[in-house]
Structures are given as C-alpha cells and as structure tokens.
C-alpha cells in the first residue's frame, strides 16, 4: 500500500528534512519535497534522490495552497504530511526585535496551519491520514536566546494534542517528533568547543544522526500505526527526559 500512498516533507532537502525524505522513498512511498530559499541544495537533492521539488514559502497560506495544488496535480493525493521546516533567529528576549520573533512563528508555527489545512480535508474524505510534525526538545524544556523558538516548538506540540482528537474518528493520526541535538550542517557549523558542550549534557554522550528522526517518521506514517496518536516522541540521547 505504501507504493500508493503520497508523502509531503517540508523543508525536505536538506538535514532532518532530506533525511526524512529519503527514508520515505526508500519505504516506497511517493515523495514530494518542499524547500523555502535554497535552489542549489535543492536542485542536487533533485539529481541525487529523483525526488521532486517544489518551492515555496511555509509561511505564506496562499503559497501553500497554490504549491499543495501543484503537488497534488504532478504527484497525487497527499496522505502523509510531515511538518519539517523550521528556521532560528536567536538572540535574548531583551533585545530580541519583534521581526525575529514574528520570522520564527510564521515559518515554524503558522506553517502547521498553512500546510495541513490545505490537505485535511482531503485526508478526511478519504479516511486515512498521517500528520506528523517535527518539533524540538527546546519546545519541550525552553532554551535561553530562543523564546521565539521555544515557543514555536511548544505550540506544535499543542496544536498536535488538539488535531488529533479533532481527526481521530477519520483515521487520520497527528504525531509530533522532538528531535534532541542532530549531527546536520545547522549544528555542525557551530564553534566545536560549545558542540563538545553541547554533547557533554547528552547522556549517550553522541549528537543524533537525521536518520534516527527519519526512522520514527517511518513508523509514524505506517498504516499499522493507527493506534498513535497525539503523542510525541521524543528522541535526543536521554538530554530531556519528558
């Protein structure tokens, strides 16, 4: 069945995102990935997996009803939507402007509506859906020099809670993920001395791999997960025990 069934990822081409996407495709699913600004990384993410891109801004309803449009036309009906892409812009509250904290929540917060609401009802018709969306343990624990971030990812987690009841009698499952500290290029372009910081609170003593995120995603969009839902899975090396 998984042969028939379409998956959206977001901010699929590159990390956690591309990980995730390539982990679908490999499960057979048909994969769809969306990417926000970078065409360089998206288009060798394109020649290296075959998988098809579309750009356009999560953040913007209108967007991403024209690009869910194109991407069921080109691709089919989408069933598994994961909710990947998000952005920082940390800095300390006291000085932090009101355009960093608006840029966070648009793309890592208003994106669960603007790119799940084109595609409910579609999923309700159809009486299968796997919604699964990828927050962090920042939005679990708070992070200081992240309050826009923190509360983006912690109103994930929310939104989850409530969708999932809303979509439970239609077989549609809402999950979230809470990715600890993963090995992509965002992490590993910090200074390595605070990255051995950084590790030395993990108690598995490791960064994560993105394929460890993809793994759970995979068990999420299953067809024999229905019994999961409203749930987040958290998965950082025992750093935030929820």
């Known amino acids: 069945m998984a042969q028939e069934r379409v998956a959206l990822v977001t901010g699929g081409t590159r990390g956690i995102g591309a990980a995730i996407a390539k ?29 098809p891109v579309f750009k356009f801004d999560v953040g913007d309803y209108a967007a991403c009803e ?12 989408i069933d598994i939507l994961v909710n990947n892409a998000g952005i920082t812009r940390d800095g300390a509250f006291h000085k932090m402007s009101f355009e960093k904290w608006q840029a966070v929540i648009k793309t890592n917060l208003d994106s669960m509506f603007t790119c799940t609401r084109p595609l409910i009802e579609g999923m309700r018709s159809r009486n299968f859906g796997r919604i699964i969306l990828i ?48 090995a992509t290029e965002m992490v590993m372009a910090v200074a390595e001395d605070i990255r051995n910081k950084i590790i030395s609170t993990i108690p598995v003593g490791r960064l994560g791999e993105a394929e460890e995120i993809a793994r759970a995603v995979e068990y999420l969009a299953a067809e024999d997960s229905g019994f999961v839902t409203g749930s987040t899975i958290t998965i950082n090396g025992g750093q935030y025990i929820a």
Not at 29 to 48: H, M, S
Not at 66 to 77: F, R
């Open 23 to 51: 982990g679908l495709q490999a499960k057979g699913y048909k994969v769809a990935a969306n990417y926000g600004g970078n065409d360089e990384a998206a288009n060798a993410f394109k020649a290296e997996t075959g998988i």
């Open 66 to 77: 024209a690009g869910i449009k194109q991407i069921e036309a080109e691709v089919g009906p």
């Open 135 to 182: 927050s962090s343990i920042n939005g679990q624990k708070g992070q200081a020099g992240q309050t826009n971030y923190s509360a983006a990812k912690a109103g994930v987690i929310g939104f989850a809670k409530a969708l999932a009841q809303e979509s439970a009698g239609k077989g549609i499952t809402v999950n979230v993920i809470a990715p600890g500290y993963v």
